[in-house]
């Protein structure tokens, strides 16, 4: 089924940057899960983007109540397509839907109460970890410098898969 709407949740702004980049590339109607306003219709198919915690889609559940999810590409730090299966397990995701992991960034100064502070404990046990291990691969030094220094990772070349599925809902 070809999606014909993108919604998303995002709480420091890479998914949404994503869905805006997706929204430009299909030519689909881009809306914030959250947004007052016009909204797609009870059921209409969707390409759902949100942001990650600990493995958890935010927001995934109440798109798929909402609307038909044709899709779900879930936005963390990691690599792109990283932990799929953990994601893919934590948010009971059929194996029949399409599921992506996209790399966002991270920037402390946009996160507010708990997200914040379980991002700060976070970037220093494993921050520390990853500083002290020998002979790291390039995703954990790219994940160090992003604990360290902040950035975003958020760039057409990582939705190629998504597009390229959407492509193909087309046929």
């Known amino acids: ?42 059921g209409t198919p969707v390409l759902y983007l949100g942001w990650l915690m600990a493995g958890q889609i935010k927001g995934y559940q109440k798109a798929a109540r909402r609307y038909t999810v044709c ?5 963390g730090m990691g690599a792109a397509n990283g932990q799929l ?14 599921a992506f992991t996209l790399q966002g ?17 976070m970037a220093k046990t494993v921050g520390k970890s990853l500083a002290n291990k020998r002979d790291r691969t390039p995703e954990e030094d790219d994940m160090l410098e992003l604990m360290a220094h902040g950035g975003s990772r958020v760039s057409e070349e990582q939705l190629l898969p998504v597009l390229d599925w959407y492509q193909k809902t087309a046929v």
């Open 105 to 121: 960034g991270f920037d402390r100064t946009r996160l507010r109460g708990v997200y914040r502070l379980m991002m700060d404990i």
């Open 85 to 98: 299966e953990e994601v893919r397990k934590a948010n009971s995701l059929p194996p029949e839907l399409p």
């Open 1 to 42: 089924m070809r999606p014909e709407a993108i919604v998303y949740t995002s709480n420091t702004g890479y998914t949404a940057r994503y869905a805006q980049l997706l929204g430009q590339k299909t030519g689909l109607p881009v809306h914030g899960l959250s947004d007052k306003g016009a909204q797609p219709g009870a």
């Open 71 to 75: 899709a779900v590409c879930g936005v």
